[in-house]
């Protein structure tokens, strides 16, 4: 059975942590180090995405810059961060500009208006809302209680074609061929 068939992976809504996130200063040379030290990957890179206007702590922001790169490794999604711009997000909230470090556990949800509802009746605010395409995903910002944000990710059939296409590039993989590989190939 492949990985990503798994209940508990990416692309599979539920309650279940599906991510664990850090903030790097260079998401090309961070993934490369996960590779070479853990041997996890191969890494779909997704460079430069554009939030053209976010909500941020609740103030419309315009402008967010950041490049991605994701693996799998077993059941869990491995997420690498760099923000490229100085506008104000979730991951400047608690990792700071030029250092590095775990950011966010994630939930991709099935019914995101109840999850989204689940945190705000614990009293908790979000620090980014906003939207990738026709999906919502949230920041909650859950780290003075578990010492990290949780982000939440809408269920979308896209969505879960892309997280399962991270899964499959694992499934098998050799460690070494291609270590790097376009998240959205032309």
Do not use: N
Not at 72 to 87: K, N, P, T, V
């Amino acid at each position: 059975m492949p990985v990503f068939a798994s209940r508990f992976a990416p692309g599979v809504p539920g309650k279940h942590f599906v991510q664990v996130a850090f903030i790097v200063d260079d998401v090309e040379a961070a993934a490369m180090r996960w590779v070479e030290t853990t041997g996890i990957g191969p890494f779909l890179m997704v460079p430069h995405v554009q939030l053209a206007e976010y909500s941020y702590r609740g103030e419309k922001r315009e402008g967010l810059d950041f490049s991605v790169a994701l693996a799998q490794s077993g059941g869990i999604q491995i997420e690498l961060i760099q923000q490229h711009c100085d506008s104000p997000s979730a991951y400047r909230d608690t990792i700071a500009k030029g250092a590095q470090g775990f950011h966010h556990l994630a939930i991709y949800c099935d019914d995101y208006d109840a999850a989204y509802a689940h945190y705000r009746d614990k009293g908790f605010v979000t620090s980014v809302d906003g939207m990738f395409g026709p999906l919502r995903f949230s920041y909650v910002d859950t780290s003075a209680a578990i010492g990290c944000m949780v982000e939440l990710v809408e269920r979308h059939d896209s969505q879960t074609e892309f997280f399962q296409r991270i899964a499959a590039a694992a499934d098998g993989w050799d460690g070494v061929t291609a270590p790097l590989r376009p998240g959205f190939p032309s």
